[in-house]
């Protein structure tokens, strides 16, 4: 049948649209999650941790330059300088304290008159313009700013590099006395930073306006990086950015990885703070869900597959039962016939094996029908069929060949065959009927076979060998029925 032939190509096609079904669902579920995931992060939450990690910073920062703006107005700090800087005593002390009350790393101040240097310990040294260390002092002045944020290393303890918050001193009348301020390590505002990274999963660091990284977790980028180099942020958009009074947002590629930038001013350090994150570990648990998906879905398809298989098997064999049997009596029918006819032919060819062909007609089935009805009549068609059944042989093919003639294909000889259908015809004269009524005649009784018997000769078609076999039972028929004779 059409629909037996195109088996295999209707399961392979169920198979395909459920894989690819099932994969095309799961891409655009992970592309649809990953797009709300990397929109949730842009506007949500790199800009929250932004504020978060923009007031812890500010808070941290603020603090000291709150205690060197004070020390800048202190009158104890301008008197001692117009006072002619006597007593260096009182001026360490003063710095040791202020140090000690506060937990600063370094306290200092830079005489404008005469260029020392007074740190808590003593007096550093006198700065000078051809000293790369004290650069810093001259380029503050140029900015005619009350303060500023440098980030440099401590010569007054052994080169560590600190963050100094530098504030003017100024007398009534604005002369310029000096310079003083507070000193931060950038170890212990990087290890916020790294804090701030376990917490927030997020890459922190801090520039200058001109891109020049100030803090990160990685030392070695301090002072020796710049944004543009780490990021390839453009300078129009740092002086975009610089005056923007809410957070900017920006991506860039590092090492294959998309990174999600967000980047904001801070006025009061005159800093910027970037927080960043890599996409890659932002999609982790999309990806592992994406994952799970696909082993569950796989797992549940092949169970689906596997069931379907079961049923389009079941379902095949019953196809393939009905396509070469007879539904009513369940023998073979003449698509069967054909198929086996094919297989005895092609052993008789190659084995040299004899076989033979039996053809039985019912005598007067019709009184059945007519006396009993049909349902009677197919009962004693499925009884008779029964009985074939019981005696044949494995190898043999019972045929129903239509209405009440049943045909057998035996790999039996002219002898066998005939002994055979003598059986045939005696089982089918001496079956028992129950009674389905009290008196009158059963015409199920009367119901005997007429055999026609003709075995194969070489090359001999199906439709040839049937036709001696029809002609001679009919040879029975004329001589009154319930007899086997063989064909000629």
Known sequence: MKYIRSYYKFTLLLV???????????????????????????????????????????????????????????????????????????????????????????????????????????????????????????????????????????????????????????????????????????????????????????????????GVIQVHQNRALIQHMTVFQLTGLRQSQLNHLLKLKEPFNFEYRSNGDKILANARYIKQLDWLLFVEQSESASLKEARLNLWRTIIIGSIVSAIVIAIMLLILNRYKKVLEEIAVSDELTGCANRRKLEEEYTRFVYRNERLNLPFSFILLDLDHFKKVNDTLGHLHGDHVLKTIAQSLADIVRPTDILVRWGGDEFSILTDCNEEDACLMAERIRKIVSNIHWPKIRDNGNDPRNDVTASLGVATYRPAETLAALQDRADKALYIGKKQGGNQVNLAT
């Open 16 to 210: 395909m649209v459920l894989i690819v079904g099932f994969a095309v669902i799961s891409i655009v579920n992970y592309q649809v999650t990953k797009a709300s995931v990397l929109r949730t992060i842009i506007k949500q939450d790199l800009p929250l941790t932004m504020n978060n990690i923009y007031s812890d910073l500010s808070a941290e920062l603020t603090r000291p330059l709150l205690v060197a703006s004070s020390m800048a107005t202190d009158t104890f700090l301008k008197d001692w300088v117009i006072d002619g800087e006597k007593n260096e005593d009182r001026i360490r002390k003063y710095l040791f304290d202020i140090k000690e009350k506060y937990g600063f790393f370094s306290t200092f101040f830079v005489s404008a008159h005469s260029l020392k240097y007074y740190h808590f310990k003593g007096v550093n040294k006198v700065i000078s313009p051809t000293d790369s260390h004290d650069v810093w002092y001259y380029r503050f002045m140029n900015l005619k700013q009350n303060y500023d944020f440098e980030v440099d290393v401590n010569e007054a303890s052994q080169g560590i590099l600190t963050i100094f918050i530098n504030y003017r001193v100024e007398d009534k009348t604005g002369k310029l006395l000096g310079v003083t301020g507070v000193g931060l390590k950038v170890d212990s505002v990087s290890d916020s930073i790294k804090e701030y990274k376990q917490r927030y999963s997020r890459n922190v660091f801090l520039t200058n306006r001109e």
